[in-house]
């Protein structure tokens, strides 16, 4: 069974997704142990493990996921994502501000993704705009910047 990885850091990137969402949580796609698919600046899909293990959570997607249905989408999908795409969703609390939804600028950010593909295949949950890796995280993790919870948590199991 295809699984979802999260994955978190300490690099720029991260450090700005935490600004905007407050998760460190700056990326996520799919692997099946062997293969990782995901969003870059087009789809595509890479050997795993691709991150340090100590800096993603893996988990069961919440929905059954194929390799062949995610290889066929590198075939198939024209969707494409940019820096421009990441500066409009960092202005995302801008836009909330004046009662605006986040916007791209017509990429599909990996989150979004992710969450697309889930749906192709009968999640339920949708969002109301386009989500992030931190609203992934809140849905299927049950929490923001897990990755940070659980060290917390095993740094107080342990003091």
């Known amino acids: 069974m295809m699984k979802l990885v999260f994955i978190y850091g300490n690099r720029f ?6 600004l905007f969402t407050d998760s460190t949580c700056y990326h996520v796609g799919f692997t099946d142990g062997v293969k990782f698919w995901d969003m870059n600046l087009i789809r595509r899909r ?14 069961e997607c919440p929905v059954p996921m194929t390799a062949e249905y995610l290889d ?20 995302r609390g801008l ?4 009662g605006k939804s986040t916007r791209n600028a017509g990429g599909v950010i990996c989150s979004e ?19 992030s890796p931190a609203d ?3 849905v299927i993790l049950g929490s923001r910047d897990a990755l940070r919870a659980k060290q917390l948590e095993a740094a107080s199991v342990a003091g």
């Open 95 to 98: 836009y909330h501000l004046v």
């Open 13 to 18: 990137n991260s450090r700005l997704t935490k």
């Open 46 to 59: 890479r050997l795993w493990p691709l991150y340090p293990a100590e800096r993603t959570i893996v988990v």
């Open 113 to 131: 993704m992710v969450a697309n593909d889930l749906a192709a295949n009968g999640w339920d949950r949708r969002f109301v705009e386009v989500p």
């Open 72 to 91: 066929r989408q590198l075939d198939t999908d024209e969707s494409h994502y940019g820096v421009l795409d990441y500066l409009l969703f960092g202005l």
């Open 136 to 138: 992934l995280e809140l």
